[in-house]
């Protein structure tokens, strides 16, 4: 990794996780074009070792992300909106949703515009108490985007979600936990520690199962009931032909923790 990368990418083995780090503290961790094909570089990265079973997304400094870096959309080659959208932004939130891995996000200060849309895309959130939200997108004239409004109603329901994405008012994280924007706050001491066993206990479970259950929860959203209940049994099946199945059972049994091992 060369050192002025704006992505960190650090492997726990021993836990199994892998944490990736937004690393422009300078600018709050804005988004630049070389950060954005870094970032979708490290999710394709942890996609493909096979050693890695859970992820920690945070950011370096005091905010995880400022969201697009605005100075960037000046330059004169700035690319059309709507490019860097469809190009740069969208294949990374579907690399996140896509991973057959879960998301841990350390939210660990200001998530703003496209930062907060990666927050929303992680699996389990876990705010510092020094961290904020903000859809921002419309105090510079722009719409929500990176899924946010995708993720925003199914996370908040759709009374906050027009609040949030209209008048782009910074939420507390207490209010974040509350609004359902977030699991959990801690002491922002206390975050590294708390994703890091959240991740680990992830990491620990049996890596299909929770792929499956990763791909179930979303898809629900854009089912209904009968079609939900048939892909559960189609997933379901899989799962149980799986050797940390047949693990879980024979752990049960014997009475003692099972160790899955991805089989
Ligand atoms: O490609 C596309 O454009 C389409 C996609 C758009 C997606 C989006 O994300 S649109 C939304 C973009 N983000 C924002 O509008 C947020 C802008 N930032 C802020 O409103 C504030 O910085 C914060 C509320 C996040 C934090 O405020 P504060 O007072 O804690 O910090 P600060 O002093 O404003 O910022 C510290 C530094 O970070 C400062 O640099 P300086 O003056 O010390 O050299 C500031 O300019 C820089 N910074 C913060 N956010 C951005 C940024 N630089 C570039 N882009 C930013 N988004």
Redo the contacts with the bound molecule.
């Keep these: 990794m060369p050192p002025d990368s704006t992505v960190l990418v650090e492997l726990d083995a021993d836990a199994a996780v892998a944490t990736i780090t937004l690393n422009r503290p ?3 961790n ?2 630049t074009v070389p950060m954005k094909v870094e970032l979708l570089g490290a999710f394709r990265q942890v996609e493909r070792d096979a050693t890695v079973r859970a992820v920690i997304l945070t950011g370096a400094g ?2 995880f992300c ?8 000046l330059e004169p080659d ?2 059309p ?1 709507g490019v ?2 469809r190009e ?2 969208n294949p990374i939130i579907r690399a996140m949703r896509g991973l057959p891995k879960p998301i841990v996000g350390a939210i660990n200060g ?1 998530a ?6 990666l927050a929303m895309a992680c699996d389990i959130r876990i705010a510092s108490e020094a961290a ?1 939200f ?1 859809l ?2 419309g ?2 004239g ?1 719409v929500p ?2 899924g946010a409004t995708w993720f925003l109603p199914r996370l908040v329901g759709a009374t906050r979600a027009a609040e949030l994405a209209l008048l782009n008012d ?1 939420v507390a994280a207490p209010d974040a936990v509350r609004l359902g924007l977030v699991g959990r706050v801690v002491p922002a001491e206390q975050l590294a520690t708390e994703a890091g066993s959240v991740a680990a206990r992830l990491a620990a479970g049996a890596p299909k199962a929770i792929a499956l259950t990763k791909r179930a929860l979303d898809a629900a959203w854009t089912r209904d009931l009968d079609a939900a209940l048939e892909y559960e049994a189609q997933l379901q099946d899989m799962a149980g032909r799986t050797k940390d199945h047949a693990e879980g059972l024979a752990a049960f049994m014997e009475k003692r923790p099972p160790r899955f091992t991805g089989g």
Excluded: H, I, N, W
Aim: aromatic content about 6%.
């Design positions: 300078e600018a709050l804005a988004l005091r905010a400022a969201g697009q870096d605005l100075r960037e959309r700035a690319a909106l860097e959208v740069r932004y200001v703003a515009g496209a930062g907060a849309s904020t903000s921002a997108f105090r510079v722009l985007d990176s910074p």
